[in-house]
């Protein structure tokens, strides 16, 4: 099978997943108890049942819900996500105005947790059984074992309250005026404690991960042939071990995308990040279906896209995995 042909049937995989997910979100969120025009009628003081029905028909509620979905399903198709009940804008447009901040987040916490989780592991699996390993994976279980919510609330309240090293919330100094290089900084500034914080229980995998690979690969026969011919310690690290015990490492950061993705709504809310994560928690509690929907299926999409890469990397580095397996 050549590489386009793998390429097509992976492409075609994930059209068919995100299609499944659209309808699984849509029958799941309709299925929840709540009513959102009841919700809107009750904060406008008008909750009488002519306003009720109007609102209903405004929305397209009153249809049976197999219609529902057909239109629903229909507009996806067509890249029309609908309108948001609440914001009177259209679920695309607000999607858009707050993915890219989400994207920068989770980008950043993926590379920072995928960088340091390698080098930690490679680091305790050279130095096997000695003081060092023993740290690197007391620190990788402690990280492991706590709830991200309290890493993120004791990073604020130790390192913007207590020191004021570094700013608490937003994603950049509201009102600064800063533009180019100073805005930069800015940004980067504000997104440290997000970014390490969701890092780091993904970076707590990643070197357990890896530390385990490195010295199963470690113990092969081709590396012991390497070490009885003499070649160095370094090289074979390098060249014989970390390239073959990359492969798992790879292929469950790929999984494990949509999971920083899932974190990245914690995270969020938390560092009030601007990102989509808080858009969803806010429709969540506003009951606004058409915007749950969108981030749904956006965030399904990237998942996708991320697994359909790890794919294709993977392939890249051992040509011998075939679309079926």
């Known amino acids: 099978m050549n590489s386009l042909e793998f390429l097509f049937k992976r492409l075609l995989k994930a059209a068919f997943v995100v299609l499944g997910v659209v309808v699984f979100n849509f029958l799941l969120i309709h299925l929840a108890p709540g009513d959102p025009a009841t919700v809107i009628a009750g904060e406008s003081g008008a909750g009488d049942a002519q306003f009720l029905a109007q609102l209903r028909q405004q929305f397209g509620l009153d249809q049976p819900l197999y219609v529902q979905l057909w239109l629903y399903v229909k507009g996806v198709l067509t890249f029309n996500m609908g309108f948001s009940y609440r914001n009177n804008l259209p679920v695309s447009e607000l999607i858009l105005d707050r993915l890219p901040a989400t994207l920068l987040l989770s980008a950043s916490a993926f590379v920072f947790s995928l960088l340091l989780g390698i080098l930690l592991g490679v680091m305790a699996a050279v130095r096997r ?57 800015d940004v980067m500034q504000h997104m440290v404690l997000p970014v390490v914080t969701l890092g780091l229980f993904f970076t707590a995998i990643y070197t357990r991960l890896t530390r385990a690979s490195m010295l199963e690969v470690g113990s092969l026969d081709f590396v012991k042939t390497a070490r009885a011919k003499g070649v160095p310690a370094g090289q074979i690290t390098r060249r014989h071990v970390l390239r073959n015990a990359m492969l798992p490492v790879f292929t469950f950061a790929g999984i494990q995308a949509g999971q920083i993705l899932g974190g990245a709504v914690l995270t969020e809310t938390v560092f009030a990040w601007p990102g989509i994560g808080r858009l969803m928690f806010d429709a969540l509690i506003q009951r606004d279906y058409p915007v749950l929907l969108g981030v749904f299926l956006v965030t399904s999409v990237l998942v996708v896209l991320v697994n359909l890469l790890t794919d294709v990397f993977y392939r890249f580095i051992d040509p011998r995995i075939e679309a079926s397996s």
Not at 143 to 151: D, I
Not at 155 to 178: H, K, N, Q, Y
Request: hydrophobic share 55%.
């Open 129 to 185: 059984g000695k003081l060092a390993d023993s740290l690197i994976m007391s620190g990788a279980l402690l990280f492991y074992a706590t709830p991200l919510f309290w890493v993120s609330l004791m990073a604020m309240l130790v390192f913007s309250i207590r020191l004021d090293w570094l700013p608490p919330f937003g994603m950049e100094t509201i009102g600064g005026g800063l533009t180019g290089t100073a805005r930069i900084w």
